[in-house]
């Protein structure tokens, strides 16, 4: 089991930037993909990002290419959301997710574990 902790979100202004974190614990962090998906009122969750156990391999949801950039410190259990450029369209509660494996999947049900989500406001 995993248990996940995210923490960084607020309101900001279009334009601004954010960093979300995501605390991992329950089990070994380092060989695992980690993802973050999004849910906006009256919409489906959305992938975001995603990360290998490694972080040598990343992928991200076209709307956000450029200006979102996601990371990971396997030392200390963390993956990391580097947003920047903040649109309205942005607005959401962000989702940290763990994998089974260590291969990054587009698609939530490819994670099985989820934090309790952080809110993301964008102001225009």
């Known amino acids: 089991q995993v248990q996940l902790v995210e923490s960084g979100g607020g309101l900001v202004q279009a334009g601004g930037s954010l960093r979300l974190s995501c605390v991992a614990s329950?089990?070994?962090?380092?060989?695992?993909?980690m993802g973050w998906f999004r849910q906006a009122p009256g919409k489906e969750r959305e992938f975001v990002a995603g990360?290998?156990?490694?972080?040598?391999?990343?992928n991200y949801a076209g709307s956000v290419k450029g200006r979102l950039t996601i990371s990971r410190d396997n030392a200390k259990n963390t993956v990391s959301l580097q947003m920047k450029s903040l649109k309205p369209e942005d607005t959401a509660v962000y989702y940290c997710?763990?994998?089974?494996?260590?291969?990054?999947?587009?698609?939530?049900?490819?994670?099985?574990?989820w934090g309790q989500g952080t809110q993301v406001t964008v102001s225009s």
């Open positions: 329950g089990r070994t962090f380092s060989n695992i993909a």
């Open positions: 990360i290998n156990w490694s972080g040598t391999i990343t």
């Open positions: 997710a763990a994998s089974q494996d260590s291969y990054v999947r587009d698609f939530s049900a490819g994670y099985a574990h």
